[in-house]
Structure formats: C-alpha cells, structure tokens
C-alpha cells in the first residue's frame, strides 16, 4: 500500500509540473504578436517593394507561408533573422522575416493575414500603376503625414475651458519640425503637460504618432471658429546610401471648429466659476476625525490644507481663498501649489493657524458658488469649519517654583513637638527656646514672602515679554533680541509693537509696509509650516534700517506728540 501511494504521489507531480508547463507555453503563445510592414503602398507594376514580417516570439523559421502571395506578386526566399535581448531583466525574442515582392498587374490588391503559430497579421492593401514613376507621382501625393485636431466638446460657457488633443502621424523621414497652436477670436490656447510619443502600424505603414494637448478658455461670447493646430517641416527623400538628398516643405493643417460659447447669466452672483465638476476637501494636522469640537493649546500650531479641483478651468481663472480669522489666533497662507491631471486644475493651499489666548475659538467654513454647465444651475460647495477649545500650555515656558511656606501658627499648633512647651528646671520656670524658634521662624517666614514677591515679578515680566507686550522703551532691541533668539512668535509679536511706534512713518511708504509684513509672514511660514525650514532675517533687517532712514514731516510731528507716552 505504501508503493502504490507512493507512485500515485509521483504519477499527480510529474501531472501537475506538465500542467504548468503547458499553461507557460500556451500563455507564451497568446502572449506572441505579429505585425507586416511594407516599404511602399502605392507601387507600379513589376516595382520591386519589401514585406517584412515579425513576431515577438522564438518559433520556427519555417512558420511563415508565402505561398498565398502567388496569383498577384512574386517573392524571392526571404531573408531570416532572430534574436534574444535582456533588458532591465526582461528577456525577449524576435524572429523576422524579409521578402521582396513584385505586383504582376494593375490594379488594388491585398496581402493577405499570415498565420504564424496563434499569432495573426493584419491584411494590408496595395495600389498597382502602370509604372513606376506613376507610383511615385502618386506616392508623393498620398499623405505619409496627417494631422487631426481633436475637442472634448463644442458648446461652452465664457470662461470655461476645453481640452484640444492634436494627433499628427509621420510616415517619413522629416527635418525642422515645428507645430503652431490653434488660435481663435476671443479664445486663448495654452500648451498642458509634454508631447507624447509612440509608434503605430496603418494599413502595413509604420508611422510615428505625436500627441500634444491644448487648453481652450473662451473670452467672450457668441459663434467663434478655433483654426485648427498647423504642422509645418521638410521631408527628406532620396538615397539613404550614396547619392543626393532633396527635402520638400510640407505644411499640413487641421480641420477648423466652430464652438458655441455661452454668457454669464445675467442674475448670477459672485465669482464667475463655470465647469462641470468642482470638488474642494480639506484636512488638518494635527487629525481631528471630523471633530467640530477638539482640544488646542495657545502658542501651538494647526496646518489647514485645502485642495481645489476644477474640471476645464485655466488657472488663471482659479479663485483665490481668503479666510478672515477672529483675533484671538495668528493665520498665514503659504502660496498656493497648482498642477494639472485629467482635465482639472488643482490647487492647494496651506494655511497655518496658531492660537494666542485661552477660550472657545471659532474657524470658519468655505463655501465657494460656481455655475455647473451641466446642470445649468448655480451650486455651492463647502467644507466646515471647526471650534476650539484653547488651553494654556503648561510646558510653553518654565515658571519660578516659591519655597513651600511654614507658618509660626502651624507650628504652635503641632501636638508632636513638646520641646516647643516651656519646661520646668530647678523650681523655676524658663521659657526654653520658643522664643528663639519664632523669631527664627518669623525671619525665615519674611524672607519667604520677599523671595516669593520678587519670583512672581520675575515671572510676570517674562511672561509679558514672551508673548503679549513690553513696557521696554527701546522696543527696537527686544525685536533684536528675538531676531537673534530665531523665536518666531516673538519676532511676529515685537514687530506688531514696533510697527505700532512706527506708524508715522510708514504711513509716508505703505509699499515699504508691505513688504515688511510679507518678511514677517515669510518667517512664520518657515517656522511653522509641515516642512519646516530654516529662515534668513536678512532681507527684514534691511526693510528696518530703510524705516530708520525715512524721515518725517513737521505736520506729522505735530500731530503725533500729544500721544508720545513720554
């Protein structure tokens, strides 16, 4: 019984290793392609063309039957090559075969579909004249290159976008190739992505096939003509060996379009958005799960994220979003990030939002309208907002710890010390050293007090400096100092206070303003954005010595010395 188990074991493996091996065959052989290329469509009677047969594949040379080329062509023994290639780990094979041919009348006639183990070719049709320069005439006159423009749609909105795709096939060999964009009254065509490249066979041909695609936006309304895209070169013809060369300009365009371009409708409101599709998503960072309600400390950052996708909008046209922020957190954006994919425009901005005070804060929700060309109906699409709940945070700076206090009072009233009792020596009654000990205590007890004071005074003034205000005159050094110190919050603080002192004079360079409020949001944005990086104060170092060299009028003067504190 053993045996025969064990030889049925042996019997089911070398079944089921012939199995795999099958299938690995099989699969091979429905994995093999077979393609026929010729050299020449149009060709005159007993002009000598070449037919070349491939497939991806090791087979036999044998594989390939000409025999049902032989009432309308003659062939010569072809011409056999194979071989095995590796390539990044991937082998491959190919075997070919080379024939000359001749047509032995006029006429059209077809080469027929070679079978080749599971693999099939594509028939391919042949034009015969009555000589061979009339084939060249007429080869010269069939178009080896072509080009087609094609849009996704016709019938658009002003400021909505269509996508152009222009397909050109090239059949010869070509020099000084250049390709002009579509153009239309009141249309703006912008290029989107890189041309794509790859090969194709049509009717035995082989060409190379060149896609590039175009963005339409229509400026204004009415019946507009988009003049398709225009390929301009020069084909070279002639001898690939000894001999002249001649290049001949070819210059083909593709066909025209008319578009229908709709207006804004009249009782629209707000920013023109017309498409088809708008999707806005946001999140946070920290993740909150959706929460409208979470727990934030002051001084500690939150990142909003938001993305934009717009189907068939340019760029140009994407809205720009502005958030107003209560008072009780600092905000920044950090400049909006923009790509392209199937059609839509995405944006994404960040938005850093970091908490000053303690309390129930109130970020609020977007909501952007947009027309939907589909639907021809105006829509709004939001995200919410979110609520927090800002604590203090105990770690944000390090605090003076007073010395724990000792009371005379609690000392009097411990049961456990009876050495404070006064004791009785030698028939007279002394006081022992209570009154030592609580004039001890009473001093300890005065300069615990004194330390204590003096602690929270320390404490007062370090927590003003750091994150609120600053009773220093000189406010110029203290932005210094946080300069130096690469403390960001201070930095954006200080400077709200210097800027304050300086209001005189920026009110004669609102430009200079400007720009000094930008170094600022630079620096925070560097400071804490997700990645975060290095910040260079050099440039806002040099937009504080320009304010120190701005110079004030008398009237300025005047005005402003009733409210000098000093």
């Known amino acids: 019984m053993n045996r025969l188990s064990f030889g049925k074991r042996i019997a089911s493996s070398w079944l089921y290793i012939a199995l795999i091996l099958s299938a690995l065959v099989s699969t091979q052989a429905m994995a093999a392609q077979a393609e026929a290329t010729v050299s020449k469509n149009v060709v005159g009677v007993n002009e000598v063309f070449q037919l070349t047969v491939s497939v991806d594949d090791s087979v036999n040379t044998n594989s390939l039957d000409l025999t049902p080329l032989s009432p309308d062509f003659t062939y010569g023994r072809p011409s056999i090559s194979s071989g095995t290639s590796m390539i990044n780990g991937v082998i491959s094979r190919n075997t070919s075969w080379t024939v000359a041919l001749a047509a032995t009348k006029v006429g059209t006639f077809t080469i027929p579909a070679f079978q080749i183990g599971s693999s099939k070719t594509d028939p391919i049709t042949i034009t015969v004249l009555k000589s061979a320069k009339q084939s060249q005439s007429a080869q010269a006159n069939q178009s080896s290159i072509s080009i087609e423009g094609i849009n996704d749609k016709s019938t658009i909105y002003v400021g909505e976008s269509i996508n152009y795709r222009v397909r050109i096939l090239i059949g010869e060999q070509m020099d000084q190739a250049s390709l002009a964009p579509p153009y239309g009254d009141g249309l703006t065509a912008t290029q989107v992505g890189q041309d794509a490249q790859n090969e194709v066979v049509q009717n035995g041909r082989r060409y190379i096939v060149i896609t590039r695609n175009y963005q339409i936006t229509a400026d204004k309304p009415g019946s507009i003509t988009l003049h398709g895209a225009k390929f301009s070169g020069s084909v070279i013809k002639g001898s690939r060996g000894f001999g002249s060369t001649l290049t001949m300009p070819v210059d083909k365009t593709a066909k025209n379009i008319e578009l229908t371009v709709k207006a804004k409708p009249a009782n629209y409101q707000g920013l023109w958005l017309p498409t088809p599709d708008l999707q806005l998503q946001q999140t946070w960072q920290p993740t909150f799960n959706d929460n409208t309600e979470v727990n934030a400390k002051v001084g500690e950052p939150i990142t909003r994220t938001l993305t934009l996708r717009i189907k068939n909008i340019a760029q140009s046209s994407m809205p720009n979003i502005s958030l107003t922020y209560p008072n009780t957190v600092r905000s920044y954006n950090e400049k909006p990030e923009y790509s392209e ?209 701005l110079k004030m009028t008398s009237s300025q003067h005047s005005a402003l010395s009733g409210l000098d504190p000093k």
């Open 341 to 549: 994919s199937n059609g839509y425009t995405i944006m994404t901005l960040k938005q850093v939002i970091i908490p000053r005070e303690t309390g129930k804060v109130v970020l609020p929700e977007i909501a952007i309208n947009w027309w939907n060309t589909q639907t021809e109906k105006e829509q709004v699409t939001k995200v919410t907002g979110l609520t927090l709940d800002v604590t203090a945070d105990p770690n944000a700076s390090a605090t003076i710890v007073p010395p724990a206090l000792t009371t005379p009072e609690a000392a009097q009233t411990s049961p456990k010390a009876d050495s404070h009792l006064p004791a009785i020596q030698n028939g007279v009654m002394h006081s022992g050293y209570w009154p030592w000990a609580t004039a001890v205590f009473a001093l300890l007890w005065l300069i615990t007090l004194t330390l204590l004071i003096k602690a929270r005074k320390a404490q007062s003034n370090t927590n003003t400096k750091s994150i609120q205000t600053t009773v220093n005159t000189d406010i110029d050094k203290a932005l210094q100092q946080a300069l130096a110190e690469r403390d960001a919050i201070k930095v954006q603080t200080y400077f709200k206070q210097w800027k304050q002192q300086q209001q005189a004079k920026l009110a004669t360079n609102p430009e200079l303003a400007s720009e000094l409020d930008n170094a600022v949001a630079e620096i925070m944005a560097s400071t804490y954005s997700q990645d975060r990086q290095q910040w260079d104060d050099k440039r806002f170092q040099q937009l504080l010595k320009q304010v120190a060299q």
